[in-house]
């Protein structure tokens, strides 16, 4: 089998040749130059209503390469390139996807209530840090009950090491990591597996270097909308039907090209809409009516605002537009129970952390319209309490959690041992999907710090932002502590952020290794085939401070029952559950491990009836 998406922007091998097309309203005219084999050629496009440039070639095979330049000076890459093997300043490369063969023809994806996410940075997850490479532990995440893998972005980003969010060129897979063709291979071994993939992209902004688009396309951004970088991408003023249309195709091709089986959409909060339908309504409504009409399609969304709209469901409990939400809520009051860190906005949860534990876990959102303190006293949130569990995706680690610390430490680092192990119970048998970052499941000692590889005026002005960003920490405050936060640009940060494999060997990894896998194995026989159709059916207590129960009804009708002992020093008498034991930390004698809870253990029951 073969796929393509078919475009309005960029290059496209067509059967006379390639048809190139450029949106440049700022531009007076627009030249393509083009280098096939030893010969290079300037060629003037024409201009076309609306802004737009373009011109066909017929003397233009895949593995050429381009670039444009304009009004007779600056030469810039395709922003649709497709590859741009030689980063993000120099030409770009035609590209057939129809070259690419693909051995997945029975693929259909699998149904959200399945997903188990791994979420991992292909330049860190394996020594070599390729697509190749990733493609070599893939047996490995499947065999620990993985069902989803997500990848962080992989538009080209500037230079060779990124996290990135910095990406510039948003259709191009930054060749770092292999060629298109290499990341094609590592999906289509991947649908083998069963596994799924999911692309984490950006839509909100552009990183700070390699984007020329201000100077051809300054339509691409709305000034009268400010955001962190800068004014905001065009999603709602003059010219911004291009703007949007560029980054909907943007999806739909890495669904339909690429065979991505899902979207995470980075900080939507981020994108700043005022029309109706917005931008995330109008994309997620394209994914259903194109990847998602013919197999599983799913979006999910990073949204500080907790806007539980995008997470409507119909009757049958099917996704209206999202189908679900990283669930920041849940991550910051497990850790604050398993850590005891209250800083920043740890502090919205610091009074009851264990309420909104359960609440995340029984009821979606831990903030649904209350008043952030860490917001200055604004509302936060939507009320979720009519969403099913598979709307919100659960963590105790991703990459902003362990890679915006100071010295990128992971949540195993600085947890309670065992209560670390009791959330992490919670998390994995609870019907919500879980996520886990890179290396969580054998308890990595590596970091995940913060890294990049910009041009040298760039690099010191990010290496000193980042020292004054942690100075409001008492344990940065001094100078010389501070001086002690690793360097993004420095080559080493990046080197040692990659996991160690042989540390899923040694005795003292493996136990957390063999926790995970016990808890996944059960999620996958016992619980996974009792949630299609699950409903909002939470409800949850915190009693004596410390004493979670949460209860839910699955899609089947069953009975599941979570009760959680987070004190480190008592053990603490629960009512009696009805069902099987499915779950008991420490395996001791269930029967009497359901009247009394030694401190930091789970025990999960299910009732069929």
């Known amino acids: 089998m073969k796929y393509r998406h078919a475009m309005p922007f960029g290059a496209e091998v067509v059967a006379s040749g390639a048809r190139f097309?450029?949106?440049?309203?700022?531009?007076?005219?627009?030249?393509?130059?083009?280098?096939?084999?030893?010969?290079?050629?300037?060629?003037?496009?024409?201009?076309?209503?609306?802004?737009?440039?373009?011109?066909?070639?017929?003397?233009?095979?895949?593995?050429?390469?381009?670039?444009?330049?304009?009004?007779?000076?600056?030469?810039?890459?395709?922003?649709?390139?497709?590859?741009?093997?030689?980063?993000?300043?120099?030409?770009?490369?035609?590209?057939?996807?129809?070259?690419?063969?693909?051995?997945?023809?029975?693929?259909?994806?699998?149904?959200?209530?399945?997903?188990?996410?791994?979420?991992?940075?292909?330049?860190?997850?394996?020594?070599?840090?390729?697509?190749?490479?990733?493609?070599?532990?893939?047996?490995?995440?499947?065999?620990?009950?993985?069902?989803?893998?997500?990848?962080?972005?992989?538009?080209?980003?500037?230079?060779?090491?990124?996290?990135?969010?910095?990406?510039?060129?948003?259709?191009?897979?930054?060749?770092?990591?292999?060629?298109?063709?290499?990341?094609?291979?590592?999906?289509?071994?991947?649908?083998?597996?069963?596994?799924?993939?999911?692309?984490?992209?950006?839509?909100?902004?552009?990183?700070?270097?390699?984007?020329?688009?201000?100077?051809?396309?300054?339509?691409?951004?709305?000034?009268?909308?400010?955001?962190?970088?800068?004014?905001?991408?065009?999603?709602?003023?003059?010219?911004?039907?291009?703007?949007?249309?560029?980054?909907?195709?943007?999806?739909?091709?890495?669904?339909?090209?690429?065979?991505?089986?899902?979207?995470?959409?980075?900080?939507?909060?981020?994108?700043?809409?005022?029309?109706?339908?917005?931008?995330?309504?109008?994309?997620?409504?394209?994914?259903?009516?194109?990847?998602?009409?013919?197999?599983?399609?799913?979006?999910?969304?990073?949204n500080d605002h907790n806007e539980a709209r995008y997470l409507g469901r119909d009757s049958r409990h099917r996704p209206l537009h999202a189908t679900a939400q990283w669930n920041d809520d849940a991550h910051h009051a497990a850790h604050i129970v398993t850590t005891g860190e209250i800083d920043g906005y740890y502090a919205d949860y610091a009074d009851r952390p264990l309420w909104y534990f359960g609440r995340c876990l029984a009821e979606g959102f831990g903030y649904q319209g209350e008043s952030s303190r860490y917001r200055g006293g604004a509302a936060r949130g939507e009320p979720s309490v009519h969403l099913p569990p598979a709307a919100f995706v659960n963590f105790l680690q991703t990459h902003d959690q362990v890679g915006n610390r100071a010295l990128g430490e992971r949540i195993g680092h600085i947890a309670d041992a065992g209560a670390l192990r009791a959330a992490i119970a919670c998390v994995l048998l609870s019907p919500s999907p879980p996520l886990l970052f890179m290396g969580e499941e054998f308890a990595a000692s590596t970091p995940f710090l913060f890294f990049c590889d910009f041009g040298p005026d760039l690099a010191d002005a990010v290496s000193q932002g980042r020292r004054r960003q942690f100075a409001r920490f008492d344990r940065f405050r001094d100078p010389g502590a501070s001086d002690g936060i690793p360097d993004p640009n420095r080559p080493d940060t990046f080197e040692k952020s990659k996991l160690d494999w042989s540390e899923a060997d040694l005795p003292a990894h493996g136990a957390w290794l063999s926790l995970y896998r016990e808890c996944l194995h059960i999620r996958a026989t016992r619980i996974a085939p009792r949630l299609p159709g699950i409903g909002p059916s939470g409800a949850f207590e915190v009693e004596r401070g410390d004493l979670l129960h949460v209860d839910w009804t699955l899609g089947d009708g069953a009975r599941l029952h979570l009760a959680a002992n987070f004190s480190r020093s008592e053990a603490h008498r629960v009512r009696e559950q009805r069902g099987e034991v499915l779950y008991a930390t420490g395996r001791g004698d269930p029967d009497a491990g359901r009247r009394l809870m030694p401190p930091c253990s789970v025990i999960v029951t299910l009732d069929p009836t």
């Open 21 to 302: 097309r450029l949106w440049a309203p700022a531009a007076r005219e627009v030249e393509l130059q083009l280098a096939v084999h030893d010969s290079s050629r300037e060629l003037a496009m024409t201009a076309t209503p609306d802004g737009w440039f373009e011109i066909g070639v017929a003397d233009a095979p895949a593995g050429s390469r381009y670039a444009f330049r304009i009004d007779g000076g600056l030469t810039v890459p395709d922003p649709a390139s497709r590859c741009n093997p030689d980063d993000v300043h120099a030409p770009s490369m035609i590209v057939d996807p129809l070259a690419y063969t693909w051995n997945d023809a029975s693929w259909t994806g699998r149904p959200w209530e399945d997903a188990v996410i791994y979420e991992l940075h292909v330049g860190t997850f394996t020594p070599v840090g390729t697509f190749a490479g990733a493609t070599e532990r893939l047996d490995y995440l499947a065999e620990i009950g993985v069902t989803a893998i997500e990848l962080m972005p992989l538009a080209d980003f500037p230079g060779k090491r990124n996290w990135g969010y910095d990406g510039v060129l948003p259709f191009a897979p930054d060749s770092s990591y292999g060629g298109p063709d290499d990341l094609k291979r590592l999906i289509d071994a991947a649908h083998s597996r069963s596994l799924m993939v999911l692309l984490d992209v950006v839509y909100n902004h552009f990183g700070p270097e390699g984007n020329y688009l201000h100077a051809y396309a300054p339509a691409f951004f709305n000034p009268s909308h400010q955001t962190p970088w800068g004014a905001a991408i065009n999603m709602d003023g003059e010219n911004s039907r291009t703007v949007r249309d560029f980054f909907i195709h943007n999806a739909l091709y890495w669904l339909e090209e690429y065979r991505f089986d899902g979207l995470r959409l980075d900080a939507v909060d981020r994108i700043v809409d005022n029309s109706s339908p917005d931008f995330v309504t109008e994309l997620t409504a394209r994914v259903r009516e194109g990847a998602g009409s013919v197999r599983h399609a799913h979006v999910v969304l990073e």
